[in-house]
């Protein structure tokens, strides 16, 4: 079997590549899918987010605010302003040990299965235990997008329920970008990690055929064990 991670920076289209993954036979979990199933109300983690961030993240219908605990988790851009790496030691561990179980189940089922999970903060995490992501990993794909089109693509995912949209609340938006941008690993130290780099700067078809070229690879090295 072969485990590979699958990240890119917000907005780079790392989803629509694990969905083409999917398509091809690819087992395919979301960092963020996850993330947000161990965060619903009689979840451990729900429970720990309350208990530290307090009742201001709990909407009226007992949910988390997740745009109000994004406000605190990024701050407002200045220094030391915002608490992500608090948030982040109550998510990622619980998220983490869930992709181990949720590979292993396939393992044990599918001895030449490629498992790719797609996660935005496969560098940045500090709680992949010992080795980091090289431990948890057996190939990692990185996706790259211009800034100025991942930026754009926030934006429109964003405003989905709120168009026409008023420039104020794009501006705003286009911050909101910049700010989470900023607080990733840089796309050129990253990319120089991967095995694998896809570019999405232009058509579906065209990141397709990159996809389907990349596909045959990952197969043959999950049948050889590596």
Not at 164 to 172: D, F, I, T, V
Request: charged share 25%.
């Amino acid at each position: 079997m072969l485990r590979v991670g699958l990240t890119g920076g917000m907005g780079s289209g790392k989803s629509t590549v694990a969905q083409m993954f999917a398509t091809l036979g690819a087992y395919v979990f979301s960092a963020d899918e996850i993330g947000r199933a161990l965060m619903q109300p009689g979840e451990a983690v729900y429970a720990a987010i309350v208990a530290h961030f307090g009742p201001s993240v709990v909407t009226s219908d007992g949910l988390l605010d997740r745009p109000a605990l994004a406000r605190i988790a990024f701050g407002d851009g200045s220094a030391g302003s915002g608490r992500v790496e608090e948030l982040n030691a109550i998510v990622h561990p619980a998220v983490i040990a869930r992709q181990v179980e949720l590979i292993d189940e396939i393992a044990a089922r599918n001895a030449e299965a490629v498992v790719i999970v797609e996660s935005a903060l496969i560098f940045e995490t500090k709680y992949g235990g010992e080795g980091g992501c090289q431990s948890r990993f057996d190939k990692l794909i990185f996706v790259r997008a211009p800034e100025s089109l991942r930026i754009e693509r926030f934006v429109a995912r964003a405003s989905v329920d709120h168009i026409p949209l008023s420039e104020e609340a794009r501006k705003a938006l286009e911050v909101e970008a910049r700010l989470r941008m900023a607080k990733q690993i840089g796309d050129e130290e990253k990319a120089a990690q991967c095995d694998y780099i896809l570019t999405n700067d232009g058509s579906l078809e065209l990141l397709r055929a990159q996809v389907k070229w990349l596909w045959p690879n990952l197969q043959e090295a999950a049948k050889a064990g590596k």
